[in-house]
């Protein structure tokens, strides 16, 4: 089993940044696949960003480009850079954890998650 806690939230201004952080206890780091999902008020869960144990990512197409999932197995951190922040990434955004090889964008996908932290991004 791994706990995740995450952190870096806060209020931006739309076109800025901030990085988020998500460090894991537990069994070790290294063996899962990681991932960073948000959800909005009203909305259901959706997969924003995933890195598998090799470091192959994948993103959602609607931050490709201004997001950057990255890991650091040594200090069982994972990490997501945003830039150029819009008022519709507005959410709690949540890691997860997953046993599978392959970066997997479903919720159901995830065994083990985090207790999220608020990205709200103002126009």
């Known amino acids: 089993q791994v706990q995740l806690v995450e952190s870096g939230g806060g209020l931006v201004q739309a076109g800025g940044s901030l990085r988020l952080s998500c460090t894991a206890s537990g069994r070790t780091f290294s063996i899962y696949t990681m991932g960073w999902f948000r959800q909005a008020p009203g909305k259901e869960r959706q997969f924003v960003a995933g890195?598998?144990?090799?470091?192959?990512?994948k993103y959602a197409d609607s931050v490709k480009g201004r997001f950057t999932i990255s890991r650091d197995n040594a200090k069982n951190t994972l990490y997501l850079q945003m830039n150029s922040l819009k008022p519709e990434d507005t959410a709690v955004y949540y890691c997860?954890?997953?046993?599978?090889?392959?970066?997997?964008?479903?919720?159901?996908?995830?065994?083990?998650w985090g207790q999220g932290t608020q990205v709200t991004v103002s126009s």
């Open positions: 997860a954890a997953t046993f599978s090889n392959l970066v997997l964008t479903t919720v159901e996908a995830y065994q083990y």
């Open positions: 890195i598998s144990r090799s470091g192959g990512t």
